[in-house]
């Protein structure tokens, strides 16, 4: 068997490393970090199945265009990618799929935006309607921040056309949590639950990034919460897409928070979450590619199992981020890492300049400990993070902190 993997990030790095246990694996366009990436765009490669990473393609279009021409694909595609391309519209759907949400209100005219947040207690979400890397989404208890934002986002000059529309949720707090269910259009199973670090800095601080860290298995997620979270969200909101003509193949990435009047759904992915599968496939146990295919094909036919172990993700970033990084420095200490006893190092924003990897984009690498425990897994990432530098890297000191009792964050 022969499977494309398309995007080039750490994500799809831990895909095509776990893939590639068992099955042959392209990467397009990967990066040089990704062992069988290639340029040749999906469309002119060939492969009994095509697993798609990243948003983007998915919303526009590609896995339609791949199954066209009678490709098995991974993924959703444009209808209901919109899942993630459009927020307003995933939250209509929740609201109709009876899936427990943050409360919101759309709006593209900027008084009646102002006017809702007169009406809002004391903490303001504000997120584009349409995609923006991660970066749409803004959580201020400043009234004035959350005021000036309204402005910059419906008039495009924050985020473009993927802000003219927004939403405004009520705030809501507790701890988060990453559901990644595989669906087959009809069906879903659940993968091993994660906790993903979203602010740039130690303590929850910062901007928020497209993910700092992640680790996996979480304490707060026990085996009811995920059964709730598939009974409850998944299985309804399949459900409402297929009453809707919506054959929806792919991951479901639920982004759960435990708030005091319980679980909710703060977001829907329409892919594998990053840096999450980074944490979350290195414990399959059972066959990563079969899971996929079956998917494709529209009939999961065995729940995927996974090691009783632990995986801490520690995302390197290059200084700046998640603002215009710099980029260009050699990639120092790669190899030393690798060795540190159950390590691997996740290559995404890598390029290649006189034979040596460098920085290439914002988040740089993944490096993933895995171990019998989480402070095993934990000990493992930070000191193989510890051999790797450059000028400026950014790596967040606390991830898993809270699973082991160091640091109250996540
Ligand atoms: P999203 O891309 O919608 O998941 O938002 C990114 C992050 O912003 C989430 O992981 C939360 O940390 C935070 N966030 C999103 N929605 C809310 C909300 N309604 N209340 C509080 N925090 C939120
Ligand atoms: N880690 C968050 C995401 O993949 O969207």
């Known amino acids: 068997m022969r499977v494309c993997i398309v995007g080039s990030g750490g994500r799809e790095h831990a895909l095509a490393h776990v893939l590639s246990r068992g099955v042959e694996v392209v990467v397009t ?32 279009g590609l896995a339609d265009r791949l199954r066209r021409r009678g490709n098995l694909v991974f993924g959703p595609g444009a209808d209901g990618a919109r899942l993630e391309g459009s927020k307003a519209w995933m939250k209509e759907l929740l609201a109709e799929a009876g899936v427990p949400t943050a409360h919101h209100g759309t ?22 309607d349409g995609l923006a890397a ?16 309204v402005g910059e986002y419906l008039s495009g000059e924050a985020f473009g056309d993927a802000g003219r529309r927004i939403v405004i949720e009520e705030g809501l707090s507790g701890p988060e949590l990453s559901v990644l269910a595989v669906c087959d259009g009809t069906t879903a199973v659940p993968l091993v639950p994660a906790q993903d670090f979203k602010r740039l800095s130690d303590g929850d601080q910062g901007p928020n990034t497209g993910g700092m860290g992640a680790y996996s298995p979480v304490p707060v997620a026990t085996a009811g919460v995920v059964d709730s979270l598939m009974e409850d969200a998944v299985l309804p909101t399949l459900a409402v897409l297929r009453s809707r003509g919506i054959d929806y193949r792919g991951v479901l990435y639920c982004g759960l928070m435990f708030t005091p009047d319980g679980p909710k759904v703060l977001e829907y992915n329409v892919r594998f979450g990053d840096p999450e599968t980074q944490v979350v496939v290195p414990r399959l146990t059972s066959d ?35 603002g215009p990084p710099r980029t260009g420095d050699p990639v120092e200490g790669l190899a030393a890492a690798s060795a540190v006893d159950g390590v691997t190092v996740f290559c995404a924003g890598v390029g290649e300049a006189q034979g040596r990897l460098v920085t290439a984009g914002g988040r740089v690498l993944t490096v993933t400990g895995t171990g019998s425990t989480v ?33 109250a964050t996540g």
């Open 29 to 60: 366009p990967g990066n040089p970090g990704i062992p069988g990436s290639v340029v040749t765009p999906p469309e002119e490669l060939e492969a009994d199945l095509f697993v798609i990473g990243p948003e983007q393609p998915l919303v526009d």
């Open 107 to 128: 709006f593209t005219d900027r008084a009646e935006a102002l006017a809702h947040l007169d009406q809002m207690e004391d903490l303001f979400v504000l997120k584009t």
């Open 134 to 149: 991660g970066k749409g989404v803004l959580v201020t208890g400043d009234r004035s921040q959350a005021a000036e934002a």
């Open 288 to 322: 990563l590619a079969d899971l996929l295919a079956s998917a494709a094909a529209g009939s999961i036919t065995e729940a995927p199992t996974f090691d009783d172990g632990a995986a801490v993700g520690v995302v390197c970033a290059s200084p700046n981020y998640p």
């Open 375 to 407: 402070p095993e897994a934990r000990d493992s990432a930070y000191r193989a993070v510890a051999e790797i530098s450059w000028p400026g890297m950014q790596y967040r000191t606390d991830i898993a902190g809270v699973a082991v009792g160091t640091a």
